[in-house]
């Protein structure tokens, strides 16, 4: 630790608006350049090598021979608070044009570009703890051009229709580091979770997509309704460009394991948890076409009541693979579902001339994700073979070897994924009440419950998994290495095709629920003061280990504890915060009366601030890899994979609540200062200084997670669990005190 990289950023921008032609013609212009200086930080901080402040490794956790403990804490010691050049270059800029011809037509035409580049940028957080700075980084370059054009026709005072086309073209595109590569090459390598190797997933353009849309909106009023119809086509082509982990990579549950094998291996031992390579074409090229329709009316019943309704069709159009394994058909079909319909209801009802009422409900499908798609698409292990390969595996490789090609390769090492015959795009169910009522001239009260329900949440399960036809029972120790307690687990050991790894099948087997009670007080501007108030008390759970959404889009693993049953996962989810409380005022002090030179220095000052108080997030506790070798854990069995119960899905520990770590409570104060000086009628000057976190409450965004490594049949406690190994923020990469100065010419 104790280092303190040099940090620094220049921003500039101008705007730019006027009349091309007076009343009919005008013209907005806006550029953006940044210019970033900001050093990252590669830390390894993790407790079963390392001190509890990553700043060396233990030799007492490395049990293999000196000369190999030695090599293997010379390797990674290398990798430890080492600062690594990254910089940033970025320009935006965006036009804009509005025409009216008539009285009846207007006519928006505008342009967005962005150009980014950043050297060793891929990762963004200001220390990284995971090894990940060097280990699992690259070149990050961004090229974005967004057209829009829009025609707004009002044939009479009742009736609007609105055309709008949009184009979309996004790049990201990212070389790989090479200059960030350690002395074993391209090869990823973790250790007991830590990156101590190169990145796995560079180079890559993943995507360059082209997105076209039309969207047509009507508006008709007619008595008391208000009318609204419309239609959405929107057509997306994603080319791809990334054949992951085509080097290699080798997982070790310990330092001593990989000691063993890093170096002084003469007997060609193996002592990795896994080693996997992708081979096969890495460019893909997909197109989704969506069509959507819409209708709603609005209808104010009274003065007192209005009620609207609606709904709403959607269609995707999906693309099929273009290979298909002839050992499962499966793999070369996407259902496309047609029943996409959503119903919505809303209803104010004004109590009185103080109170309001308003509920609603809704029906929301999710968008096919182009990574889930993608990920179909090579699911055949033909177009792109995942090999997959456990140590005791008959024909696995030697560290650092990999596989010089696809021919020869070991026995159930191909893993495939399909999507389920039933296969379809999730929808949430989302309701609300609330009541509004007016406490003063300027004060208003909300108080709302809100409600969500998702439903055929996408998930995975591997069907070359015999069902179980034994169990197992391992020995719980605490931290003196006392038997404090047992856990017995069915265990998965049998493949049903030994010919192939993980069969997974992408079905709809995974729920969301989330039940939020929000208060909210506004004072509105009066007196130069301006103050909102809120707090939410919520409970976020799913089941199917969704991780918060981010095992939403793509399948790579049956994310199950036990293969396919969602339920037992049901907890709170990730993103789960109990207690969220955001405090905003604007303070803009007046004086009218008083000198002059009393007025100039009080008047013209704007102080604004936003405080979040927050309650902490919830992460698994996890437990490390067990050995696959025959007898290695229960007398007479092969786990199929290193899990505890040899499925191959979640590592959390199956005895202990779902989600059971807190990760960090939330104090945050920004901050605004800001004054305006008018030069003359024309030219004006403000001056700004911003703080972010104010009074430098740096909160941990990550903890450590593995609660157990696993020796035989014994699970002993890891130290330093739940201790904070991260603390990223945006747009920064550190939620620690920032503070800058900003300067703005407006003529």
């Known amino acids: 630790g104790g280092i303190n990289p040099p940090e620094w950023r220049h921003q500039a921008g101008s705007s730019i608006s006027g009349a091309i032609k007076k009343d009919k013609i005008f013209y907005f212009a806006n550029w953006e350049i940044i210019e970033r200086n900001f050093p990252a930080i590669n830390r390894i901080v993790n407790t079963a090598f390392t001190d509890s402040a990553g700043n060396a490794i233990i030799p007492a956790d490395c049990t293999a021979t000196a000369a190999q403990c030695s090599a293997a804490i010379s390797f990674i010691t290398k990798q430890m ?3 690594v050049p990254r910089t ?3 320009n935006i800029g965006f036009a804009k044009i509005d025409w009216r011809p008539s009285e009846k037509n207007a006519f928006s035409f505008g342009l967005n570009a962005m150009h980014w580049r950043s050297p060793n940028g891929i990762q963004t957080q200001a220390v990284l703890t995971g090894g990940a700075a060097l280990g699992n980084n690259g070149n990050s370059t961004v090229e974005d051009r967004f057209g829009k054009a829009a025609w707004t026709l009002t044939p009479s005072g009742n009736k609007v229709n609105e055309l709008r086309f949009g184009w979309f073209k996004d790049r990201l595109s990212d070389p790989g580091a090479s200059q960030l590569f350690p002395s074993t090459g391209p090869l990823y390598i973790t250790v007991a979770g830590a990156t101590v190797g190169a990145a796995e997933a560079y180079p890559r353009t993943y995507p360059s997509e082209n997105r076209y849309q039309i969207v047509d909106n009507f508006s008709y009023i007619r008595g008391s309704h208000s009318i609204k119809v419309g239609f959405d086509f929107e057509t997306t082509q994603d080319w791809m460009n990334q054949l992951f982990d085509e080097h290699g990579n080798y997982s070790y549950s310990s330092l001593t394991n990989f000691a063993k094998d890093f170096s002084g291996n003469t007997t060609g031992a193996k002592n990795y948890s896994s080693m996997g390579q992708y081979f096969g074409n890495p460019i893909q090229n997909i197109r989704t076409t969506d069509i959507n329709f819409y209708a709603q009316d609005s209808w104010k ?6 009620f609207s309704y609606g709904l709403r069709y959607e269609k995707s159009f999906l693309p099929q693979p273009t290979v298909v394994n002839p050992s499962y058909p499966a793999t070369g079909y996407v259902n496309s579902p047609n029943k996409d319909f959503s119903p919505r209801v809303s209803l104010s009802y004004m109590i009185s001339d ?3 009422v308003r509920a609603g409900f809704g029906m929301f499908y999710a968008r096919f994700t182009g990574n889930g798609l993608d990920t179909l698409f090579l699911g055949n292990g033909l177009y792109q073979t995942q090999v997959s ?7 696995a490789l030697v560290f650092p070897n990999i596989f010089p090609s696809v021919s020869g390769l070991p026995a159930s090492t191909v893993q495939l994924e399909y999507a389920d015959h039933n296969f379809r795009n999730p929808y949430t169910e989302q309701g609300n009440i609330a009541i509004e009522r007016q406490l003063s001239h300027d004060i208003g009260l909300t108080v709302s419950y809100l409600w969500t329900h998702g439903v055929q949440m996408w998930t995975a399960r591997d069907m070359n998994l015999a069902a179980p036809t034994t169990t197992g029972t391992y020995i719980i120790d605490d931290a003196s290495g006392n038997a404090v307690g047992s856990f017995t687990t069915p265990l998965w050991t049998t493949r049903i095709n030994p010919s192939f790894g993980k069969i997974l099948e992408v079905d709809n087997g995974g729920q969301t629920w989330y039940n939020a009670l929000a208060v909210q007080v506004n004072k509105r501007m009066a007196h130069g003061l301006a103050v909102t108030g809120a707090y939410t008390w919520s409970h976020a759970i799913d089941d199917a280990n969704q991780g918060g959404a981010s095992n939403f889009i793509s399948w790579g693993y049956n994310e199950a504890t036990y293969n396919g049953n969602y339920k037992l996962d049901k907890g709170s989810s990730t993103l789960d915060q109990r207690h969220r409380a955001v405090i905003t005022f604007l303070y803009m002090p007046t004086m009218h009366e008083g000198s002059r030179l009393m007025k100039n220095i009080v008047n013209g000052w704007q102080l604004s601030q936003i405080t979040t108080l927050a309650s902490s997030q919830p992460v698994a506790e996890t437990v490390a890899s067990a050995s696959t070798s025959s007898g290695a854990v229960f007398p007479g069995v092969s786990l ?8 191959g899905g979640w590592s959390r520990v199956p005895f202990l609540p779902v989600n059971n770590l807190n990760v960090d409570r ?11 000086f008018s030069i003359t009628e024309r030219f004006k000057l403000m001056l700004m200084f911003e703080a972010f976190d104010v009074f430098n409450t740096i909160y941990n965004t990550g903890v450590q997670t593995q609660g157990y490594s696993v020796s035989g049949n014994v699970l002993k406690p890891t130290p330093g669990l739940d201790l904070g190994n991260a603390s990223s923020g945006f747009p920064d990469g550190t939620n620690a005190r920032r503070m800058q100065a900003g300067l703005r010419f407006t003529f």
């Open 666 to 676: 939330i104090y945050h104060v920004d901050a605004r200062l800001s004054r305006q």
């Open 88 to 90: 940033v270059s970025s």
């Open 354 to 356: 103080k109170t309001v």
């Open 389 to 395: 390969v456990n140590s005791s595996f008959a024909g």
């Open 301 to 306: 019943v009274n003065r007192r009541f209005t």
């Open 640 to 647: 199929a994979y290193s899990t505890l119960d040899g499925s």
């Open 81 to 83: 608070n080492v600062m």
